[in-house]
């Protein structure tokens, strides 16, 4: 016998004589080796016998703690129940049960568990942990301003007068959201009352009094708040702000240097210097502090804001407005736009005279835009005044970059302009390759056949110094394609094809690396887990290679994988689930739910008030839900209302009858279940397992009410459906007995009475 077995033994021993403190004795030592949630409730028991109350609570809670653990949550519950029936207002359980429930989704008793719980705590005068339990009460219901008020003035007359603060100004706040602005000063308010110093306070108030126009109690307010706060940036920026609202621009200047001084660099304080100059008149000055308050615009991404800033101030400075904006609709891909700038801007630069800076712009656009014939004069125009000057090789652009701006001309079809780009850079670079063949190309496409075979022949000699035989070859072949009638070529002849002999070799069988990347999926599937999927693949390829010795030792892995998964899934189906006795079930069912005090019970109604009054009546779901979670509860009155509400729905007409009569008869109105039930059976299609539910509640309520007769026959109806449905079958023995009916006397009579009675 294992050590364990011997120490129950004798733990029974002495509790059959009736020795609980060596039964407890026993008990302990097993616990200590292993400790068990079920074996610790079962020493809590022992020491309520001995009436040893604390004991049994301490080992109560360390059971219940191992089973949340183990994510027995049920037994959990069960066993914080127990603890409130010996001490009601234990504070450990009852926040316990306020997190199961809300685990669970069961809000409102959740609700009532955590107010019990600071009820608890108010009285042991343990205040600061009540801070924590009303944040997870209010949170439960974030909108419920009632509820929200009753916590603040809880705070208060338990002296956490922060924490009063704090509520009050998230209602003000939330009063601001609702747009109901007498009440959110009031609440600013009720802050100020409690910590004049309140900067979140102050502002609120003063931005109301701004919304509302009330600009002098503004201007007073913010005056006020500067004198409390002197150094402070934003209430200096604030009252800048509340100044230029009010033409007071000395102010607001004045306002704005105190905050420069502190913060120089400050973006929004120059913005507000912008704003006054605009109000002023001084146009230029506003543009001059709007410049760098513009990068900040970008950052953020306000790019509606940022153009309309830039096109206020075209007329002050319309290059600079211009450059950005061409830039700003570049980055959001606006092409009409982009075209329309930089033509705008080509026209400025040309009326300033500064044809290159023009020319680029036309450029720019007609790269967009190759059909429009106003931006094509513009450029030839140009080009054609400024000269071969405008289009020689800009000494700072690279070889390449003159090279890709030639085929830019030769894609729009300025073929002439692409010309002299190449020409000029011969001089510089006569041995470019790249250049030729652009030339080679573009010759071609022109038709000047004469320029286009010079082309071809200088590419050849490039090609022989390059040691490329093929390519110079190549370009012989091209020479006699374009125009074989050139005399340059009376002395070449054309390349012979050498044909290379290549060696055929055997046919070979496929090669494993020709299938690494099934292996890569293979092994892929394996690390997620899919184990079916790896073999399956991993399985075709040791067909294909039967002595592939990696392949062997994959599958063989994934056979290891497989028998641990069967183990685990073994020892899943052998753990017992902790036990705990039906009685303690029933028991801890039937325990009345916390009573509230004071103040704790205004906040639950607050709540149950504030929960009702954010559901909107068309919300079937919402109020089917919330009157199951009330069935659960034991709160009927409730659910009755709730399912009143969602079987308006035509989707939910069955589930909330059913539920209804379910609801009527525990309320023993069984005359309204009947109703309720019989008109939803009349209209349910579905004609399974829920339909035989609704017919055994009915022929239920029929019973209970009295009709036996008509119970008789609904029970009947199941049982022919169905005989082990419910065990309905002792529902019509036991309903037989009562109206005195004998089995035989409901035994269809034989063929011969039927076929005489007939």
Not at 83 to 103: A, F, H, Q, R, Y
Not at 473 to 488: A, L
Not at 542 to 558: C, D, G, H, M, W
């Amino acid at each position: 016998m294992s050590d364990k077995a011997a120490i129950i033994k004798e733990a029974q021993k002495f509790l059959a004589r009736g020795q609980i403190d060596k039964a407890i004795a026993e008990w302990e030592k097993l616990v200590k080796e292993h400790p068990d949630a079920n074996t610790l409730n079962t020493i809590g028991d022992l020491y309520i016998k001995k009436g040893d109350r604390d004991n049994a609570i301490d080992l109560f809670h360390k059971s219940a703690h191992i089973f949340r653990q183990e994510g027995f949550s049920v037994k959990a519950l069960a066993l914080y129940k127990k603890i409130l029936n010996i001490k009601s207002s234990d504070t450990v359980s009852l926040l316990s049960l306020g997190e199961l429930n809300e685990g669970k989704g069961l809000i409102k008793d959740a609700i009532k568990f955590y107010l019990a719980a600071a009820d608890s705590l108010s009285k042991e005068g343990k205040k600061e942990k009540i801070f924590e339990i009303y944040n997870k009460i209010v949170d439960l219901s974030p909108g419920n301003l009632p509820l929200r008020n009753k916590v603040a003035e809880v705070y208060i007359k338990e002296g956490l007068r922060s924490e009063a603060a704090n509520e009050y100004l998230h209602i003000a706040n939330l009063y601001v959201d609702k747009q109901e602005i007498e009440k959110s000063i009031e609440y600013f308010r009720k802050v100020l009352d409690i910590q004049p110093v309140k900067k979140e306070a102050i502002m609120g108030i003063i931005n109301l009094y701004e919304i509302t126009g009330n600009l002098e109690q503004a201007t007073e307010q913010v005056e006020d708040a500067v004198n409390l706060f002197p150094e402070d940036l934003d209430i200096l920026i604030r009252c800048a702000e509340i100044n230029i609202i009010a033409e007071r621009f000395d102010e607001a200047r004045e306002y704005l240097r105190r905050a420069t001084e502190i913060e120089p660099a400050n973006l929004k304080s120059r913005r507000l210097l912008g704003d006054i100059y605009i109000k002023e008149g001084d146009r230029e000055k506003a543009w001059t502090e709007y410049l760098p308050v513009l990068d900040e615009i970008l950052l953020d991404e306000k790019y509606d804001d940022a153009i309309e800033l830039l096109e206020s101030f075209k007329d002050v400075d319309p290059i600079e407005t211009g450059k950005r904006l061409v830039s700003l609709y570049m980055q959001l891909g606006e092409h009409p736009q982009i075209i329309r700038e930089l033509t705008v801007l080509g026209d400025i630069y040309f009326e300033r005279g500064k044809q290159r800076e023009a020319l680029n712009c036309y450029k720019e656009a007609f790269k967009m835009s190759p059909d429009d014939e106003s931006l094509s004069s513009k450029v030839v125009e140009l080009e054609r005044e400024v000269g071969l000057e405008s289009i020689s090789i800009d000494a700072e652009k690279t070889i390449d970059e003159v090279i890709a701006d030639a085929d830019i001309y030769i894609k729009y079809g300025l073929y002439e302009n692409a010309k002299n780009l190449l020409d000029a850079l011969k001089l510089k670079d006569p041995e470019n390759i790249d250049l030729h063949q652009r030339l080679k190309s573009l010759y071609i496409k022109t038709g000047e056949k004469e320029q286009a075979v010079s082309e071809c022949l200088i590419l050849d000699e490039l090609y022989k110094k390059t040691g490329d035989i093929e390519k110079s070859d190549q370009m012989i072949k091209e020479v006699y394609e374009i125009f074989p009638e050139d005399p340059r070529l009376i002395d070449r002849e054309i390349p012979a094809v050498h044909e290379e002999e290549i060696p055929v070799a055997p046919p070979q069988g496929p090669s494993i690396e020709d299938y690494s990347e099934e292996i890569a999926e293979a092994d892929f599937y394996s690390r997620q887990g899919l184990i079916d999927e790896a073999r399956e693949i991993l399985e075709r390829l040791q067909n294909i290679f039967p002595e592939n010795e990696e392949i062997r030792q994959k599958l063989a892995s994934l056979g290891q994988m497989i028998e641990a998964e069967e183990k685990t899934e073994e020892i899943k189906e052998e753990k017992e689930e902790p036990f705990i006795t039906q009685e303690e079930f029933v028991e801890a069912e039937e325990i009345a739910e916390p009573a509230l005090d004071s103040d704790v019970l205004d906040i639950f109604n607050e709540f149950k008030k504030g929960l009702e009054k954010e559901l909107e009546e068309e919300d079937y779901e919402t109020h089917y839900n919330l009157g199951i979670a009330y069935k659960e509860m034991g709160l009927i009155d409730d659910a009755i209302r709730e399912f009143q509400s969602s079987i308006k729905d035509p989707k939910k007409f069955v589930s909330s009858s059913n539920m209804l009569g379910v609801c009527y008869t525990e309320k023993g109105i069984y005359s309204l279940a009947i109703d309720v039930l019989k008109t939803a059976v009349t209209k349910m299609e579905d004609r399974g397992e829920s339909y035989l539910a609704m017919k055994y509640d009915l022929a239920e309520a029929y019973e209970k009410n009295g009709n036996i007769k008509e119970a008789l026959d609904y029970y009947t109806e199941v049982y022919g459906w169905n005989s082990k449905f419910r065990a309905v079958s002792d529902k019509i023995n036991q309903l037989r007995a009562m109206v005195g009916e004998s089995a035989e006397q409901k035994k269809p009579k034989d063929r011969k009475d039927r076929v005489s009675y007939i």
